[in-house]
């Protein structure tokens, strides 16, 4: 089984199966990092359609030490981790500033920031050893800018994005590349076909399978001409308002 590592943590059946079936489809062996197989379930079954060889691995992003253990098995059983995917989003809950809990703050940011940098802990020093290594998070709009009726997602997304750039300026000249990705739109998966309703059509949303080969491409960007931030939306949505 030995075999290049894409290990993806958050592999659900949206853009994380689509991930994984992209890096599969290009040869890569697949790791999936979730509360539960069943949360991996469909980018299993992907892979395996594939041929590819494909492994769920339990952790969960509030816990930083059950991503570190996951990562650390993951490199023992299949190898040295080349691409990893940040992929995971805390609840979208509406909630002004002063509604925010404590308790919903420190979870958002255990999820958004302390999973993500304990995920990229893991996988960075091999990374700058071999010069050569990729690391993306799954973002959205909210890291750019806050909001009066979304304000803890926007708070998450912040911080992850922060993180991020920090990763990117301290690690970039040792030859990875990390990538923060904006995702402004929604994406076409059952559950936002439902939530649109009469409304849905697949003009108005992103496909994954699409999202994913930008991923992959950006992957394949040459060292001298890297995007450390990159944002993905259909041709169709309105963002100049």
Known sequence: MPGLVCAIVGAGEGLGQALAKKFANQGYNIALISRSLEGSASAIEAVNKIGSYVK????????????????????????????????????????????????????????????????????????????????????????????????????????????????SKAYADKGVHIIHVRLDCDLDVPYMKESYGSKYSPDILADPNDVAESYWLTHLQPKSAWSNEIELRPYTEDWTY
């Open 56 to 167: 769920h691995f339990f952790a969960d992003a509030q816990n930083p030490i059950s991503i570190e253990k996951a990562i650390s098995n993951i490199i023992d059983e299949m190898g040295e981790i080349e691409v990893l995917i940040y992929n995971v989003r805390g609840e979208f809950t509406k909630c002004e500033p002063l509604d925010i809990s404590y308790a919903q703050l420190t979870e958002v940011y255990n999820t958004e920031v302390v999973g993500a940098f304990a995920a990229a802990k893991s996988v960075l020093p091999q990374m700058i050893k071999n010069s050569k290594g990729s690391v993306f998070f799954s973002s959205a709009t909210a890291a750019y800018r806050g909001s009066k009726s979304y304000s803890l997602y926007s708070i998450g997304k912040f911080g992850l994005r922060a993180l991020s750039q920090s990763l």
